[in-house]
């Protein structure tokens, strides 16, 4: 899938605590990303297997069993990962062990950031060529391994340096056991007919050093007696300033063209053999198109056994759609048309099999009176294979199938031109996958392109097969729908592709919902080139998108209609409002131990004619439209009042958190608000915890800060909601004064399967316990999330595995009771 290029990815090995997150935040300036802090050996080789970083800092004296030294060979050994010293020691003896290791950089504490920047570079920059230099060796030896001749090179002196694989079949020897060793102790050439021994070649260039222009042959005398025929030359290997570096001798086996040369001229039966042999296949073809002769080649071309051969034709193997071509020209060699032919047909095996191959049919005579026709046939099925594919990559998405952005731009035009010619209408709609980037953020890229593949086959499946759909990059899908005559029409075909995302994709073990939003321009009302058109659906999907998204606009007059939808929520907010048709919902928050600690209060508007409404369906509308402001003053001292009836009634100890959006905390009312909603209630404010999201504080940092201080002044606690998925900055945890965070639940759903989750996860609460915040995991739905959350030391627990969210009512036998008794 689509993706920008990485950061450079650091993990940094320091026991020290500050030392470590200091470094990490000036790594973090720089541009890199770090994977992970480390405080012994052990725990830096897990982070390495977990993470996979680009290059590794290490401190040499750190915590457990193992040094800095020790672990950075474990890590190079198993994961060729480059590692840059970070030690104040400089002593010889830790010098030299450190050398050992192959370092890719060595910084004495204290150092400047400008020194570990350009020290990290230039690690990167020499770790990359020694890969690059590595796969080339490889690929050199591979290629050599692959070459059918003995290649055998030596040095300036004559010592051998080099023989693939063919030369030491040939020579009968092992490489090892003969490398820098003389030539001549190796290599024996002798005259296949008097067996003198021949000068040995390589002798000869480095003495001369010019190559033998013309191919010799010789036997060569294995050193197990075995003799070879051979051709062979020679020729010197110089560098580009003519030095001589060596000698380089190729051996051809040619014992197999020997035998064949004997043969053929020993008798004409040999000549059937090498038809027999032949690399292409050839066939005998009487004037009837009956089969004659056949060598293996061909037999496999027809897909026949050589006793099949006989009983069928050379038409009745060919494609029935070429059959008619391969007539035609079979005609004009008979008439004197033309002296022979060549064509790409397709033959047709037993078993339906089709295979493409090259045609060449001569006309044999005598005498002027034909005789027979010599067909040669080549296998071109991969060729044809591989011109096919990139016809296929030019015009279609390679991940989902669907038309590309500039094949269906070129369909969309050609469409207009047709619909200008018979006055038809035409409709572009835009579609978006709503959260793509999420679910490619937390699942990863691979369950990303999953549910690109399934997004493209719901799209196809529900509209007309004369409908194009094309995914023109990244989650961007268009449809084109031809001949329409209304709006209604699109609009029809709309909602047909919102029902069907309704249900869940199942990805791997997960189930995502998946929703869209569609933008819709119309031909000819909206625009008249297909450039156009996409503009205009591309802007009316964003419409779409500010409407709440999982829902479509259209470009023109249709948009008024949405608007007034959302107006019309608006109004209705606001009348819920002012009737109380709103209420508090309470999910319980858990120590990992299962004691009950806190609750979250949770906003549900029960509306007298749809029933209980969530609060993705009015928080965005309320947010937009500064609603938001009045419920949420209103949700704070509904939670307040019922924070005191429960303290009251026997539960002194319980934390309330509610929510704060962005709007209310910019609201300059807020802190009389706070102060006001806890000296009517009564509350102990050291029991009130409000929460907020990471881009509601760092919206306006400055200000954020100071307001954000104020309320701890008045004795609460702050928390933000949703960390991991916004800027989650170590610079804002040490700015503002913050008591918890809430890891979001999309780093939950995987555990402890996913190693990548599970790295963040351990990593958020590592650091958070390192600034001295409690960590709380939201969204736990499992006794093995559980489990691995306690392991981790996570402080505090919420989900649906302990208990959704109830009204006060529900909530009592818990609150009676103070634990979670299913759990402990």
């Not at 071109?380 to 991940?399: K, M, P, W």
């Not at 209980?612 to 609603?627: K, R």
Request: proline content about 3%.
């Amino acid at each position: 899938m689509d993706t920008l290029k990485e950061k450079t990815r650091i993990l940094i090995v320091e026991d020290e605590a500050i030392i470590a997150m200091d470094l990490s935040q000036r790594l973090e300036i720089f541009g890199y990303a770090v994977t992970g802090i480390a405080a012994s050996g052990d725990q830096a080789l897990r982070l390495c297997y977990d993470t996979q970083p680009d290059l590794v800092m290490m401190d040499i004296v750190i915590r457990g069993d193992k040094d800095g030294i020790e672990t950075a060979a474990l890590i190079r050994g198993r994961h060729d990962i480059p590692v840059v010293y970070l030690t104040a020691y400089s002593d010889l003896s830790t010098l030299q062990r450190a050398r050992e290791t192959l370092p890719y950089g060595y910084l004495v504490k204290p150092f400047r950031p400008d020194d570990a920047r350009a020290t990290i570079e230039v690690a990167l920059v020499k770790h990359r060529m020694e890969r690059q230099l590595r796969q080339n060796e490889r690929w050199f030896a591979k290629t050599l391994h692959c070459v059918s001749d003995g290649v055998v090179a030596t040095n300036e002196h004559g010592a051998l340096r080099l023989l693939n694989s063919v030369a030491r079949q040939l020579l009968g020897v092992d490489e090892e056991a003969v490398l820098g060793a003389p030539i001549g102790s190796v290599l024996r050439l002798v005259d296949e007919h008097t067996q003198q021994a021949i000068d040995e070649p390589a002798q000869t260039v480095l003495a001369t050093r010019m190559a033998l222009t013309q191919n010799s042959t010789a036997l060569v005398i294995a050193a197990d007696g075995r003799e070879t025929v051979v051709e062979y030359n020679a020729a010197p290997i110089l560098d580009n300033d003519n030095a001589l570096l060596g000698a380089v001798i190729v051996l051809r086996d040619i014992s197999h063209r020997r035998k064949v040369e004997r043969a053929l001229a020993e008798s004409e039966e040999r000549f059937h053999s090498a038809f027999d042999f032949a690399a292409i296949g050839m066939a005998l073809v009487a004037l009837d198109g009956r089969f004659l002769q056949l060598n293996d080649a061909a037999c496999a071309i027809f897909g026949l056994s050589p006793g099949a051969a006989r009983c069928v034709t050379l038409q009745s193997v060919c494609h029935h759609d070429d059959c008619e071509h391969l007539n035609n020209q079979i005609y004009d060699l008979l008439t004197g048309g033309a002296p022979s032919f060549q064509t790409e047909i397709r033959f047709v095996h037993p078993d339906s099999q089709i295979t493409w191959a090259m045609q060449s049919v001569s006309l044999v005579s005598d005498g002027g009176a034909p005789l027979y026709f010599i067909v040669q046939v080549q296998d071109i099925t991969a060729r044809r294979s591989a011109e096919a594919q990139l016809v296929y990559l030019s015009q279609f998405d390679h991940l989902t199938g669907l038309h590309n952005r500039t094949h269906l731009t070129r369909m969309l035009e050609k469409s207009l031109a047709m619909s200008r010619q018979h006055g038809l209408g035409v409709a572009v709609m835009f579609i978006d996958l709503d959260n793509f980037k999420l679910v490619n953020d937390t699942l990863g890229h691979a369950a990303g392109d999953a549910l690109l593949k399934e997004a493209a086959r719901r799209l196809r499946t529900a509209v007309r097969e004369s409908d194009m759909v094309g995914r023109i990059g990244g989650d961007e899908f268009v449809i084109v729908l031809t001949g329409i005559d209304k709006a209604e029409t699109a609009q029809r075909v709309a909602s047909n592709l919102l029902q069907a995302m309704e249900r869940p994709a199942q990805i791997g073990e997960e189930e995502v919902w998946l929703t869209i939003s569609i933008g819709v321009s119309l031909f000819p009302n909206d625009a008249s080139t297909a450039e156009r058109l996409l503009a205009a659906a591309d802007n009316a999907m964003y419409r779409a998108k500010e409407l709440g998204k999982n829902g479509c606009a259209f470009f023109s007059a249709e948009w008024s209609e949405q608007a007034t939808g959302r107006i019309l929520l608006e109004t209705n907010i606001r009348r819920a409002l002012a009737g109380e048709q709103f209420e508090l919902h309470y999910q319980p928050i858990y120590t990992t131990s299962g004691k009950l600690h806190a609750v979250e209060a949770l906003v549900r508007w029960r509306d007298p004619k749809l029933g209980l409404v969530y609060p993705g369906e009015f928080i965005p509308t309320a947010e937009n439209s500064g609603l938001i402001v009045p419920l949420g003053q209103w949700v704070l001292d509904a939670a307040c009042k019922q924070l005191r009836t429960w303290h009251d009634g026997g539960a002194p100890d319980l934390y309330m958190a509610v929510n704060l959006s962005g709007r209310q905390f910019r609201d300059p009312k807020l802190l009389y608000i706070v102060e006001a909603t806890i000296a009517e209630s009564g509350i102990n404010p050291k029991r009130l915890e409000l929460e907020l999201t990471e881009s509601a504080i760092m919206q306006q940092p400055e200000k954020a800060s100071s307001t954000l201080r104020d309320l701890c002044n008045m004795g609460l606690r702050i928390s933000v909601d949703d960390f991991g998925t916004g800027y989650s900055s170590l610079n804002y945890l040490k700015r503002f004064p913050i008591h918890n965070l809430k890891i979001d639940r999309s780093f939950i759903s995987g555990l402890p399967g996913d190693r990548e989750n599970a790295a963040i996860v351990s990593a958020i609460i590592t650091m958070s316990h390192a600034l001295g915040l409690r960590v709380i995991a939201e969204g736990v739905e499992t006794q093995a999330q559980l489990d691995w959350l306690r392991e981790q030391a996570c402080d505090l627990i919420q989900g649906h595995f302990f208990s959704q969210a109830s009204d006060p009512l529900d909530l009592a036998p818990l609150l009676a009771a103070g634990e979670h008794r299913a759990s402990t």
